[in-house]
């Protein structure tokens, strides 16, 4: 009997298959299908920063006052209905996602300047999420701005929003960071619970006739799986935060990967966009099968088998690897 509970972000899993972050749990009947199918949490689509401080703004302007609130405010949006709706919505859904369901609810935020939006972290958790999970996406647009200023400022970020909750805090992070485990380490230091590995980015395309930009929000696919295995496997026993793979879980050997990897839980999106819940109950079916055959009773058995944590010299192994493989090349 395979046992797949799981410690994720403190929390405790019945399964280590999270819904990530999306429209997925945007219904009450669509996230207890997916739990009734077998996830073991859910993460409910994002609050965005600008989202939040032009709810704050909207709330200051009824409330007719003439203090200069926000220094945010002065300067913030451009014309656009995305970030249009406030807060209330999400936070009225997620308490009855959490009155609900009988796994946990994720909030999530989606922000990278230090401001009072991050206190609606405090009013999710008000609302019931058991952890918040914090989006850094971030694209460096100014050549003034150094890595380490980004880095700063996104640290102050996530140590006001474990500051604002008393709850598990995740950070989803982007893969372009100078070092992540640099990163990691630090975000570990300022109090973060877990980090999600990785943001997929927005990767617009031109039409040439138009010279319009085309954005098409594609699936993935199992092939942006490695870069993740690669991360949480540099990362596996160096540091205490949960590790969570998200981006090319597509079957329970995908997910197999990722917990051989160091993972200790995943995230499902794509997978589950088009196939609903027959797909998250496959994966999980497939995940249980694979540890049966390999002899693993449990997960802690498993997680971590392939990391690189005893290896003496990871820097030095990546670059044999890399030099490897270019000589593994033998012609078409
Ligand atoms: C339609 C859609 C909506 C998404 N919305 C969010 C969101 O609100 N917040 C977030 O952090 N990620 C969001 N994501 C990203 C996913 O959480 C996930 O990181 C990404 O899709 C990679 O996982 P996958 O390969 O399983 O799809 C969204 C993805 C899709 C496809």
């Given at each position: 009997?395979?046992?797949?509970?799981?410690?994720?972000?403190?929390?405790?899993?019945?399964?280590?298959?999270?819904?990530?972050?999306?429209?997925?749990?945007?219904?009450?009947?669509?996230?207890?299908?997916?739990?009734?199918?077998?996830?073991?949490?859910?993460?409910?689509?994002?609050?965005?920063?600008?989202?939040?401080?032009?709810?704050?703004?909207?709330?200051?302007?009824?409330?007719?006052?003439?203090i200069?609130?926000n220094?945010?405010?002065?300067?913030?949006l451009?014309?656009?209905?995305?970030?249009?709706?406030?807060?209330?919505?999400?936070?009225?859904?997620?308490?009855r996602?959490?009155?609900?369901?009988?796994?946990?609810?994720?909030?999530?935020?989606n922000?990278?300047?230090?401001?009072?939006?991050?206190?609606?972290?405090?009013?999710l958790?008000?609302?019931?999420?058991?952890?918040?999970?914090?989006?850094?996406?971030?694209?460096?647009?100014?050549?003034?701005?150094?890595?380490?200023?980004?880095?700063?400022?996104?640290?102050?970020?996530?140590?006001?929003?474990?500051?604002?909750?008393?709850?598990?805090?995740?950070?989803?992070?982007?893969?372009?960071?100078?070092s992540?485990?640099?990163?990691?380490?630090?975000?570990?230091?300022?109090?973060a619970?877990?980090?999600?590995?990785?943001?997929r980015?927005?990767?617009?395309?031109?039409?040439?006739?138009?010279?319009?930009?085309?954005?098409?929000?594609?699936?993935?696919?199992?092939?942006?799986?490695?870069?993740?295995?690669?991360?949480?496997?540099?990362?596996?026993?160096?540091?205490?935060?949960?590790?969570?793979?998200?981006?090319?879980?597509?079957?329970?050997?995908?997910?197999?990967?990722?917990?051989?990897?160091?993972?200790?839980?995943?995230?499902?999106?794509?997978a589950?966009?088009?196939?609903?819940?027959?797909?998250?109950?496959?994966i999980?079916?497939?995940?249980?099968?694979?540890?049966d055959?390999?002899?693993?009773?449990?997960?802690?058995?498993?997680?971590g088998?392939?990391?690189?944590?005893?290896?003496?010299?990871?820097?030095?192994?990546?670059?044999?690897n890399?030099?490897?493989?270019?000589?593994?090349?033998?012609?078409?």
């Amino acid at each position: 009997m395979v046992d797949l509970t799981c410690e994720w972000l403190g929390l405790r899993l019945r399964n280590p298959i999270v819904v990530g972050a999306s429209p997925l749990c945007d219904t009450t009947e669509g996230a207890s299908a997916l739990v009734a199918a077998g996830a073991g949490a859910v993460v409910v689509h994002s609050l965005f920063e600008e989202q939040l401080i032009a709810d704050q703004v909207s709330a200051q302007r009824y409330l007719d006052s003439h203090i200069d609130f926000n220094a945010e405010a002065s300067s913030f949006l451009p014309e656009t209905d995305v970030f249009a709706g406030g807060a209330r919505p999400t936070l009225e859904h997620i308490s009855r996602l959490a009155d609900t369901l009988d796994v946990p609810v994720v909030a999530s935020l989606n922000g990278v300047t230090p401001g009072g939006w991050t206190t609606y972290a405090r009013e999710l958790v008000g609302a019931g999420a058991s952890a918040v999970e914090l989006n850094l996406y971030d694209v460096a647009t100014d050549l003034a701005e150094t890595g380490e200023a980004i880095e700063q400022r996104q640290l102050r970020v996530v140590t006001d929003v474990v500051g604002t909750v008393d709850v598990p805090v995740s950070v989803k992070l982007s893969p372009f960071y100078a070092s992540v485990p640099n990163f990691v380490s630090r975000l570990e230091s300022v109090g973060a619970a877990g980090v999600v590995l990785f943001n997929r980015f927005y990767q617009p395309d031109l039409d040439l006739e138009t010279l319009d930009i085309e954005r098409h929000l594609e699936p993935s696919t199992p092939a942006e799986l490695p870069l993740r295995l690669h991360a949480l496997a540099i990362l596996h026993g160096r540091t205490r935060v949960s590790l969570t793979a998200s981006g090319g879980i597509h079957s329970g050997t995908d997910a197999a990967k990722a917990i051989l990897s160091g993972a200790d839980a995943v995230q499902t999106v794509s997978a589950l966009l088009f196939e609903g819940p027959a797909n998250l109950r496959r994966i999980l079916d497939e995940l249980t099968i694979w540890m049966d055959d390999q002899g693993y009773r449990n997960l802690d058995e498993a997680r971590g088998a392939t990391a690189l944590d005893n290896v003496a010299n990871p820097h030095e192994l990546e670059r044999l690897n890399y030099a490897q493989l270019l000589h593994s090349w033998s012609g078409a």
